[in-house]
């Protein structure tokens, strides 16, 4: 991704939550390379020790990348990671909530209870924490924070994941109301969701653009929220499906 398109992005601290996953990880890297000064965070250290090293070869100005180990449904992790992001760089100015768990099933299933309680723990619960740990230093810096959720339509045999992404969608509208006049701004995009070939032909039959979204795809448009281009725009649902949901 062309790095010389002035965002006004550089030294700005950047949260990438689900930091080694397909959307995290591009992300990460790519915010990286326009001279931001990263944290890198997820359960497995030797994956986000690999993300960590491109992010140090692609960074302009030579940054080394916090690597912070976080289980997002441990509330002392989460406390851990905000604390080390403050100790560490003194500021905060972005949070991308990249942070997922996939998941099928319908409402008969057997283990529907459970599941749904694993998609609210790794994708609501822990996002409440953090955003309360975070949300003084993002009104001090003007900050934003980027949701990535799944595209808002319903899918076959999705119901938990369904559910729980419509609540981040609200989420993300009840925050920008309340801090949008702290300068806060608080921003949303779509995400791909990961599904099997027979799923994917279907999807791609449907789309007006006769394609599944590229990681890239997505990386731009949450480059675009976090970047001064979309200074006047809060709490708003930036769906990126190719025009599947027309």
């Known amino acids: 991704m062309n790095s010389n398109v002035d965002l006004n992005l550089e030294d700005k601290v950047v949260l990438v939550t689900g930091s080694y996953g397909e959307i995290g990880k591009n992300t990460v890297v790519t915010f990286s390379s326009f001279g931001c000064k990263v944290v890198v965070t997820g359960r497995n250290v030797?994956?986000?020790?690999?993300?960590a090293v491109e992010c140090a070869q692609v960074s302009p100005s030579h940054y080394q990348p916090l690597v912070v180990?976080?289980?997002?449904?441990n509330e002392s992790d989460v406390n851990n990671l905000l604390r080390q992001t403050i100790e560490k760089f003194g500021k905060l100015n972005i949070i991308i909530n990249c942070a997922a768990k996939e998941?099928?099933?319908?409402?008969?299933?057997?283990?529907?209870?459970?599941?749904?309680?694993?998609q609210i723990s790794i994708k609501l619960r822990s996002s409440i924490q953090?955003?309360?740990?975070?949300?003084?230093y993002l009104i001090e810096s003007k900050g934003v924070i980027v949701n990535v959720s799944a595209i808002p339509k319903p899918y076959p045999a999705y119901l938990?994941?369904?559910?729980?992404?419509?609540e981040v969608d609200m989420f993300t509208k009840v925050l920008a109301l309340e801090f949008g006049s702290a300068g806060f701004v608080d921003t949303e995009t779509a995400r791909r969701v990961d599904i099997d070939s027979q799923v994917q032909k279907w999807f791609e039959s449907v789309c007006p653009l006769r394609r599944m979204a590229t990681v890239d795809e997505i990386t731009k448009s949450i480059l675009f929220l976090a970047s001064d281009y979309s200074s006047f725009i809060t709490g708003y649902n930036l769906v990126v499906d190719g025009g599947f949901t027309l």
């Not at 099928?104 to 694993?118: A, L, P, Q, Y």
């Not at 953090?130 to 003084?136: I, K, S, V």
Request: charged share 20%; hydrophobic share 45%; net charge negative.
């Open 69 to 73: 180990v976080c289980d997002l449904n």
């Open 103 to 118: 998941a099928t099933g319908s409402i008969m299933d057997e283990h529907t209870f459970n599941d749904f309680d694993v």
């Open 160 to 166: 938990n994941l369904c559910l729980v992404n419509a």
């Open 46 to 51: 030797d994956n986000l020790q690999r993300v």
């Open 130 to 136: 953090l955003y309360r740990l975070a949300l003084p």
